[in-house]
C-alpha cells in the first residue's frame, strides 16, 4: 500500500462507553489523528464545516438523525467506518459505500483491519491517481496536468477549468469532476469554486489570491481550506 498522511477522524456515537473504546483504538493507531467526539449526527455536521475530516467512526443508532440517513445528506461524505450493535444494518451500511461495518463490542484487531482498509481507500483516492484529467471542450479532448490547473468554477451544466495557459468550458458535474481530483493537491473553498492548493498566494479574509485572480471563500468552507494550507 502507498504510504498516505495522517487520516484526520471523529468520532459520531451517543454512548459514552463506546466513544471511550473507540477513542483509545484510534490513539492506538499511528495513521490516525482525533479531530472530536460528537455525540449526534447535527453536532458532527457542524464539526465538518469547521474542519478537514478524512474519515468518521459513525453509530448508526442515535437519535434526531440516523448515522445512514447523516451520510445520506452529505454531499461530499468523507470515508466513513460504521460501529453499531445492529448486525441487521450490515446491508444497508454497504449500500452508502461504507469502507466497513464494525458489530460491538469492537475487538482492535477487527477495528485495526477496518482502518487498513480507510487507509487504502484514501490512498486509491490521492496518492495512486494519475497525474492529469482529461475533459473534452470544443469538440477537442484536452490533456489537463494537474500541476497546470490553477482553480475549478462551477457554471450551471458546465465547469470552468482555468489553467496556467488556457481556460476551457466544459460540460459535466462539477462533483464528477472534483471526485477525479486528488484531494491532498486541491480544495473546495466555495459551493462554485475549487482551487490547486499549490497555486495559492495568500488567503486575506474571505478570499484566496490565484495567479491573477481573487476568488471568495465561504465561510463552510474555509475551516477545512485553511487545515489543507497548513497540512
Not at 487520516?7 to 482525533?34: G, M, T
Not at 492548493?197 to 495568500?202: E, G, L, M, S, T
Request: proline share 4%.
Amino acid at each position: 500500500m502507498a504510504k498516505t498522511k495522517t487520516l484526520n477522524c471523529i468520532i459520531v456515537d451517543d454512548e459514552p462507553l463506546s466513544q471511550d473504546v473507540i477513542r483509545d483504538f484510534v490513539e492506538a493507531c499511528p495513521e490516525l489523528e482525533l479531530a472530536g467526539v460528537c455525540n449526534d449526527a447535527l453536532e458532527a455536521g457542524q464539526l465538518l464545516k469547521e474542519k478537514h475530516i478524512d474519515l468518521l467512526f459513525l453509530d448508526i443508532n442515535m437519535p434526531k438523525l440516523s448515522g445512514i440517513g447523516f451520510v445520506k445528506s452529505l454531499k461530499e461524505p468523507p470515508l466513513f467506518i460504521l460501529v453499531t450493535a445492529y448486525p441487521e444494518f450490515a446491508l444497508e451500511g454497504f449500500e452508502v459505500d461504507a469502507v466497513d461495518y464494525l458489530l460491538k463490542p469492537v475487538s482492535f484487531e477487527r477495528f485495526r483491519t477496518a482502518v487498513n482498509r480507510a487507509l487504502e481507500r484514501f490512498s486509491s483516492r490521492t496518492e495512486n491517481i494519475g497525474q492529469h484529467l482529461m475533459v473534452r471542450a470544443n469538440k477537442k479532448d484536452y490533456r489537463l496536468n494537474f500541476d497546470e490547473i490553477i482553480y475549478l468554477e462551477a457554471q450551471g451544466d458546465y465547469v470552468r477549468f482555468v489553467t496556467e495557459t488556457q481556460s476551457l468550458l466544459v460540460h459535466g458535474r462539477f462533483k464528477d469532476f472534483i471526485e477525479q481530483l486528488p484531494e491532498n493537491r486541491f480544495a473546495r473553498i466555495h459551493k462554485s469554486y475549487v482551487v490547486s492548493i499549490a497555486k495559492v498566494v495568500y488567503l486575506e479574509g474571505n478570499s484566496v489570491k490565484l495567479a491573477d485572480v481573487k476568488l471568495p471563500v465561504s465561510l463552510s468552507f474555509k475551516e477545512a481550506f485553511v487545515s489543507k494550507l497548513n497540512a
